[in-house]
Structure formats: structure tokens, C-alpha cells
């Protein structure tokens, strides 16, 4: 795996080994950056499901100011982490080591411009995860969310104050984009 564009460009990253995480294909991530270019420069930016940190790591080559990523699994973690390091952006990061529902609990009081959600495709709970990032206010006014998951998984146009603006598919994947109703 490698950082697509930005700062740091072609570098390559680590990736959990075996079936456990699915890291984003860097055609589908350059997809999503394209789409949301204008949204990154300066922004806060919530890896969920964070996997190899590869989307939050594009985010922070691409001008991104800051990324928190969550992943509970103990190797991706370690992943993740020696990531982070080799490309020395520990100023610019954190690691929360625990569940999503567990870590929207500690974020509550913190805004973010950009949510990129992955989770495996077999246990997701977007919609769920959504509608707790709209009740814990974590969203800045403009604020967008992006999901990546099974292409014939079926999703509401309207999750709460979220509204479906976008949509790709990728082989088998479907990108989301969701941002707040005007």
C-alpha cells in the first residue's frame, strides 16, 4: 500500500496481514479524496474502523490538520501506529485503541469536518453509527460523512439531519457520501 497524493506521496504504509480488515484499494481512496478535496486542507478528520490508518494518513498528507483513528484490533493497531512513526506525524494523530460505539463516548465534545467509515462489510452499523455521531454532535456545520461498504447493502437517503448527496460504486464497494440537510 502506498499514499496516493500530497505531502507525502508514494510512500509506502503497512497493512494488516490476513482476512481481518479489508484496506480501501487505492483507486477507490483516490476516488474519495477527489471527491472531497475541497473539504481536507486544514480539517479535523475521524478514521473509523481505521484498519492499516490508510485513509486518515491520505487525509494528512493531503493538509488534513489533524486525525484521530479508531480500531479495536490489537494488530491493526500496531499497524497503524508504526505508520504514524514512519512517516513522523505522532504531532498530528491520535490512536483510539477501542470499539466505535466506545470511542464516540470519549470524542463527545470534539468536532470533526470529515468521518471516513469502514467496517468490515459483514458487521456494519452505519446507519447507527450516523445517527450517534449527529446526537454526540460531533460533526462541524458542514461537516461530511463518508461510508464504504457493500455494494448491494441498501441505505436511507436521510439518516437523521444527514442527507445523501453522492454516490459511487467500486467493484464491489459503494462509497456514501452523507452531509447535514441545509
Not at 504531532?91 to 466506545?102: G, W
Not at 462489510?121 to 446526537?135: D, G, R, S
Not at 447493502?153 to 454516490?167: F, S, V
Given at each position: 500500500?502506498?499514499?496516493?497524493?500530497?505531502?507525502?506521496?508514494?510512500?509506502?504504509i503497512?497493512?494488516?496481514?490476513?482476512?481481518?480488515?479489508?484496506?480501501?484499494?487505492?483507486?477507490?481512496?483516490?476516488?474519495?479524496?477527489?471527491?472531497?478535496?475541497?473539504?481536507v486542507?486544514?480539517?479535523?478528520?475521524?478514521?473509523?474502523?481505521?484498519?492499516?490508518?490508510?485513509?486518515?494518513?491520505?487525509?494528512?498528507?493531503?493538509?488534513?490538520?489533524?486525525?484521530?483513528?479508531?480500531?479495536?484490533?490489537?494488530?491493526?493497531?500496531?499497524?497503524?501506529?508504526?505508520?504514524?512513526?514512519?512517516?513522523?506525524?505522532?504531532?498530528?494523530?491520535?490512536?483510539?485503541?477501542?470499539?466505535?460505539?466506545?470511542?464516540?463516548?470519549?470524542?463527545?465534545g470534539?468536532?470533526?469536518?470529515?468521518?471516513?467509515?469502514?467496517?468490515?462489510?459483514?458487521k456494519?452499523?452505519?446507519?447507527?453509527?450516523?445517527?450517534?455521531?449527529?446526537?454526540?454532535?460531533?460533526?462541524?456545520?458542514?461537516?461530511?460523512?463518508?461510508?464504504?461498504?457493500?455494494?448491494?447493502?441498501?441505505?436511507?437517503?436521510?439518516?437523521?439531519?444527514?442527507?445523501?448527496?453522492?454516490?459511487?460504486?467500486?467493484?464491489?464497494?459503494?462509497?456514501?457520501?452523507?452531509?447535514?440537510?441545509?
Amino acid at each position: 500500500m502506498r499514499i496516493i497524493a500530497g505531502e507525502f506521496r508514494s510512500r509506502p504504509i503497512e497493512a494488516p496481514k490476513g482476512m481481518k480488515t479489508r484496506p480501501t484499494l487505492d483507486k477507490v481512496r483516490e476516488a474519495v479524496f477527489s471527491i472531497i478535496m475541497n473539504n481536507v486542507p486544514e480539517s479535523s478528520f475521524l478514521d473509523l474502523y481505521a484498519g492499516s490508518g490508510a485513509n486518515g494518513l491520505e487525509a494528512l498528507s493531503r493538509g488534513a490538520k489533524r486525525v484521530v483513528f479508531v480500531e479495536k484490533d490489537r494488530h491493526a493497531q500496531k499497524i497503524i501506529q508504526a505508520n504514524i512513526v514512519s512517516l513522523s506525524l505522532q504531532e498530528k494523530t491520535s490512536l483510539l485503541k477501542m470499539s466505535v460505539q466506545r470511542a464516540l463516548d470519549v470524542l463527545k465534545g470534539q468536532n470533526f469536518d470529515l468521518v471516513y467509515m469502514d467496517p468490515p462489510y459483514a458487521k456494519q452499523e452505519n446507519e447507527q453509527v450516523i445517527q450517534l455521531l449527529i446526537e454526540k454532535d460531533l460533526l462541524n456545520l458542514d461537516g461530511v460523512i463518508v461510508v464504504e461498504a457493500d455494494r448491494n447493502d441498501a441505505y436511507a437517503e436521510t439518516i437523521g439531519k444527514m442527507k445523501l448527496w453522492k454516490k459511487k460504486e467500486y467493484g464491489v464497494s459503494q462509497l456514501l457520501f452523507y452531509r447535514k440537510e441545509k
